[in-house]
């Protein structure tokens, strides 16, 4: 599961903050806070790059 959400209410950055920051659509981010669609590794960089963490921080993991 991915923790994009998490991250990014944590970090007090909106939606709409998160999409002109990464270039991603609204809608696209909103499809993979919800798991209904999951970004590629360039996405993930650039999302992770936008919210100053690791991309390792996106992801729910018992190996943290």
Known sequence: KLRIWEERTKKRVS???LSMRTG???SALNN???GKRY???EQLERIAKAL???ISNLYDSDFK
């Open 15 to 17: 939606l709409k903050q």
């Open 24 to 26: 991603i659509s609204k």
């Open 52 to 54: 100053h963490v690791k």
């Open 32 to 34: 993979y806070e919800n």
């Open 39 to 41: 970004p590629t590794i």
